[in-house]
């Protein structure tokens, strides 16, 4: 007869032998740890209190949830240039005076080392770009230095400089640190003969956008707008394959829904005709605009831009709608996106104040009983920023 052998269940080493299982066993003692020591100091009524005001913080998160598709760098400073045009030779002189309050990659706070480059668009002479030296240990730095550039007096209309402020790395390749593109028609050599201006870096350009959108907008009352996504054309590739995966977000600034088409693989001409619909009054147009956004789907790393085009409502004539073609564009820096942009950057910044607001269990300034119409404002000092919320006889108005 076979002997029974009985098998002992030791705990210690199943345990020894399951590390998850010990992680997950550790997480939920200290959970329960903090939880008897929040009930303990402040009592059940606090606790659930408390835990209420949790779970409002979290919708006010997903209300205030950036839809940017990709975060923003940090992009600080000015450049101060002074600009004159010697009609006798076509020469166009720039004097690169210097910059201030230039943010630095550095973790570790040190000062870094700057320099300017110029570029003039497009360039039919292949003068190429132009460097000021490098300005050592410092996040305001003088220059005082000037280029020139041949530039006929008919092709100032069509002519941009680009200016790009870099970060000198003695290690790797160097960093923009923010540019300006300026256009020469902004000037008027011949009633001043130089202009000196300070200008305010943004985030770095992609000239290498193009191709167009096809897209037409329809009114239907009393409030919905129809906004159609035909086609695009000639879209710049992303990848190495030569090919891209687009797809359209639509977003009407101020209004939470941002609609998506569906995405079409390997292809720089893809067809959608997709239409969607926004809820928007008629006596809205004035301020309103629509923001296209075409996207390259890219399943093995971040998702790449392929420009984007704005459709403004102001002049629309909800009788006739509109059908047109637009022209796709790297629309970071201009105001209409930037606008949506900073939005958004607002919000991310405001959700982290609430956070630290709500790990110090202090969220009752926001959510106790209040009379009337207040403004809570809540400051978020490692951001340099703040943001606000209206609360109408104790509900947050979003």
């Given amino acids: 007869m076979f002997k029974k052998h009985k098998q002992e269940w030791n705990p210690q080493k199943q345990l020894r032998s399951d590390p998850e299982q010990v992680k997950r066993l550790t997480d939920v003692l200290k959970c329960r740890s903090e939880h008897d020591k929040a009930v303990a100091k402040t009592g059940w009524d606090s606790y659930q209190k408390e835990l209420h005001n949790t779970q409002m913080l979290k919708g006010l998160f997903k209300k205030l949830d950036p839809a940017v598709m990709k975060?923003?760098?940090?992009?600080?400073?000015?450049?101060?240039?002074?600009?004159?045009?010697?009609?006798?030779?076509?020469?166009?002189?720039?004097?690169?005076?210097?910059?201030?309050?230039?943010?630095n990659k550095d973790i570790r706070g040190k000062m870094s080392n700057f320099y300017v480059k110029l570029e003039l668009m497009p360039d039919p002479l292949n003068q190429g770009e132009k460097k000021t030296q490098v300005s050592q240990g410092t996040n305001c730095p003088r220059f005082d230095e000037i280029f020139g550039f041949h530039v006929a007096e008919f092709a100032l209309g069509e002519s941009r400089l680009l200016v790009q402020v870099c970060e000198h790395s003695l290690g790797g390749s160097d960093d923009?640190?923010?540019?300006?593109?300026?256009?020469?028609?902004?000037?008027?050599?011949?009633?001043?003969?130089?202009?000196?201006?300070?200008y305010t870096l943004n985030m770095e350009t992609d000239l290498s956008i193009s191709g167009d959108l096809d897209v037409s907008v329809a009114f239907q009352t009393p409030n919905t707008l129809l906004v159609t996504i035909h086609a695009a054309s000639n879209l710049a590739p992303r990848d190495r394959g030569g090919a891209a995966d687009p797809f359209v977000k639509i977003a009407i600034p101020g209004h939470d829904k941002?609609?998506?088409?569906?995405?079409?693989?390997?292809?720089?001409?893809?067809?959608?005709?997709?239409?969607?619909?926004?809820?928007?009054?008629e006596?809205?147009?004035?301020?309103?605009?629509?923001?296209?956004?075409?996207i390259d789907k890219d399943r093995s790393s971040s998702n790449d831009s392929l420009g984007q085009c704005i459709v403004e409502l102001k002049h629309f004539n909800p009788e006739t709608g509109l059908n047109g073609t637009f022209e796709l564009a790297d629309l970071r820096n201009s105001n209409r996106v930037r606008a949506r942009v900073y939005q958004n950057q607002v919000a991310q910044e405001f959700r982290e104040s609430l956070v630290a607001h709500s790990v110090a269990r202090a969220p009752h300034c926001i959510f106790k009983k209040h009379a009337g119409g207040k403004i809570v404002t809540v400051t978020c000092r490692k951001a340099r920023a703040n943001g606000k919320i209206r609360i109408v006889d104790g509900i947050p108005i979003y």
């Fill in 71 to 103: 975060p923003i760098g940090e992009v600080k400073g000015e450049v101060q240039l002074s600009f004159k045009y010697d009609f006798n030779n076509e020469m166009l002189l720039v004097k690169i005076i210097k910059c201030r309050d230039l943010a």
């Fill in 176 to 198: 923009v640190r923010g540019e300006v593109i300026i256009a020469l028609n902004s000037f008027s050599f011949h009633e001043s003969p130089t202009f000196t201006a300070w």
């Fill in 258 to 281: 941002i609609h998506q088409t569906r995405v079409l693989k390997g292809t720089l001409n893809p067809v959608w005709s997709e239409t969607f619909e926004f809820p928007v009054h």
């Fill in 283 to 294: 006596e809205e147009f004035e301020d309103k605009y629509i923001v296209f956004h075409v």
